[in-house]
């Protein structure tokens, strides 16, 4: 029996490459974002190949992402896989100069939301003892940029939360890890740099970076492995990157 994936962002980037390398692998996907055209697109494009169910929430507001869940048809409301993927950085800013609507944003989306997707999702898993989640960190959670502060906060909670999911979970036998990519060229700059596209291109300029379809392979390679295997916490950055800081634009 085909297994059901709930992929959060699935509207750009990792998500949707996600979603459709998923889809070209057999996997029923329920695709959630905020742009209900680009849901509706890809549950066209998707829905040729396997069962496609779309949910417009905003991760941040609780209500709207219980109810969400709650209102999955039943052919759709066993989750088997889930992907906390949506998230964002806003802002590019030292400490004493951030936004608060911005730390309200990254903390509110990526670490918060994370948390509400997984309340809705978790009963069921535990459940049936079964189930397997993947949060998408990043390295920004595995070490500080300057004027990254808050971003890399909210994914060093991510990075804690990956860990205290796969503890408090291993008596249900849900497996739980992290991917945790470095510089991806998706639409994440141009939202941190709040649609100032020339300025997010800079971000990936005179290197290879990541494409969203690389982490979508890994996310794949981690959900196929036998039931015994669970891949905790994976790092990937383009090959011209070493560290947050460290990235060969001339090579
Ligand atoms: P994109 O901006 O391309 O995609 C972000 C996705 O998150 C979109 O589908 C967006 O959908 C969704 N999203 C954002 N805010 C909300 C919200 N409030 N409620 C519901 N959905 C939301 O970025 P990426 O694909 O790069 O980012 C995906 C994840 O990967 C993020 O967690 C990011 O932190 C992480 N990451 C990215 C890296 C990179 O270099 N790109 C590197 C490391 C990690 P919609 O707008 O339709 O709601
Ligand atoms: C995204 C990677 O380095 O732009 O999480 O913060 S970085």
Redesign the pocket.
């Known amino acids: 029996m085909k297994k059901n994936a709930l992929i959060?962002?699935?509207?750009?980037?990792?998500?949707?490459?996600t979603a459709s390398l998923f889809a070209k692998k057999g996997i029923n996907l329920i695709l959630?974002?905020?742009?209900q055209e680009?849901?509706d697109a890809l549950a066209a494009e998707l829905g040729e190949r396997v069962r496609v169910h779309t949910l417009?929430?905003?991760?941040?507001?609780r209500e709207s992402v219980s109810k969400a869940i709650i209102s999955l048809p039943e052919e759709f409301s066993k989750i088997d896989i889930l992907i906390?993927?949506?998230?964002?950085?806003h802002g590019l800013d030292p400490i004493d100069e951030g936004s608060l609507e911005d730390w309200d944003?990254m903390i509110?989306?990526?670490v918060k939301?994370?948390l509400y997707v997984s309340k809705a999702i978790l009963p069921q898993m535990v459940g049936r003892k079964t189930g397997h989640i993947i949060n998408?960190?990043?390295?920004?959670?595995k070490e500080v940029y300057p004027k990254g502060n808050v971003?890399c906060a909210?994914?060093h909670a991510?990075d804690a939360i990956n860990q205290g999911m796969r503890i408090d979970l291993n008596p249900y036998g849900i497996r739980v890890g992290a991917v945790?990519?470095?510089?991806?060229?998706?639409?994440?700059?141009?939202?941190r740099f709040k649609g100032d596209e020339a300025r997010a291109e800079t971000?990936y300029q005179g290197f290879q970076?990541?494409r969203?379809e690389d982490?979508a392979d890994i996310v794949y390679f981690v959900v196929s492995r036998p039931y015994h295997v669970n891949i905790a916490d994976l790092v990937v950055m383009p090959t011209a990157q070493a560290s947050s800081t460290i990235v060969n634009r001339n090579a």
Do not use: H, M
Request: charged content about 15%; proline content about 5%; glycine content about 14%.
């Open positions: 959060t962002g699935a509207t750009s980037g990792i998500g949707l490459a959630c974002g905020r742009r680009r849901l417009n929430f905003d991760v941040r507001n906390n993927n949506a998230g964002n950085a944003a509110d989306i990526n939301g994370l998408i960190g990043s390295t920004a959670g971003y909210s994914k991510v945790n990519p470095g510089l991806v060229e998706t639409e994440f700059s141009k939202v971000v970076p990541l969203p982490i």
